[in-house]
């Protein structure tokens, strides 16, 4: 795919740490064939110049959103909240393909009406507590699901740096992934247009071939949106 045509992904960032995290995004992004545009508070953030959205990782997630308790140690961004908030929405209206990295998992799965678990290790005592980017946590995608065909049944070793977790459900979407205590890992939506949510971090992981694969989905999808071709799930 030549750079001319390459499709253009947004990936939104933490003001915070996007100067370290947007580079490995954009890396894994360009090795599938697109081009990453960095967006966050202060920036311009307009759908209708991109033909693909990631919504990174970061802060914890204010518990305002989904009628959760806040607590008192997190660290929380309440303008990146709306931001990203209103660009999970819009997106999915639109028909723009959604991959959702750690917080972004868990946005996208607020933005359609989902919880959270605000301490996820309170709720799955059988989840071990890790906070690496090695792969250390191990997770298994479920049968049937777009995350299988994308990366296999076989277990993973991931990464794994959130205290946050998908609780209840958004409407349209599924599990696509469990850890070894039950913790949800990915979530993902059956149903066009393309929208998936790892609880990982897959841009640190960019030399396993099956987390290369999951930017190299969402590529696909903004091309064939570039292109005007039907959505695909």
């Not at 960032?13 to 697109?34: D, E, H, M």
């Not at 919880?115 to 298994?140: E, F, M, N, Q």
């Not at 599924?174 to 979530?187: H, L």
Request: glycine share 10%; with cysteine; proline share 5%.
């Amino acid at each position: 795919m030549t750079a001319s045509v390459r499709p253009r992904i947004a990936v939104t960032t933490s003001a915070r740490s996007g100067w370290r995290i947007f580079p490995l995004v954009a890396l894994n992004i360009w090795l599938a064939g697109g081009r990453a545009v960095r967006w966050g508070t202060g920036r311009a953030a307009e759908l209708d110049t991109v033909d693909g959205l990631v919504i990174g990782g970061g802060d914890d997630i204010s518990p305002a959103l989904y009628g959760g308790e806040i607590r008192a140690e997190v660290r929380l961004d309440p303008a990146r909240d709306a931001l990203e908030r209103r660009l999970a929405e819009e997106a999915l209206e639109r028909g723009i393909p959604v991959l959702g990295i750690c917080r972004g998992a868990q946005m996208l799965n607020v933005a359609l009406g989902g919880t959270l678990h605000a301490d996820a290790y309170a709720a799955y005592p059988g989840s071990h507590r890790y906070k690496t980017i090695l792969p250390r946590r191990r997770v298994r995608a479920c049968a049937g699901t777009m995350l299988a065909r994308l990366a296999g049944r076989e277990e993973m070793w991931v990464n794994a740096l959130h205290t946050q977790a998908v609780d209840r459900l958004g409407a349209g979407l599924r599990i696509a992934a469990t850890d070894s205590g039950g913790m949800v890992q990915a979530i993902e939506r059956p149903a066009p247009p393309f929208a998936l949510g790892v609880q990982w971090h897959p841009e640190h992981l960019f030399y396993k071939r099956q987390q290369r694969q999951i930017f190299a989905a969402l590529t696909e999808a903004a091309s064939h949106r570039a292109l005007g071709a039907p959505a695909t799930a």
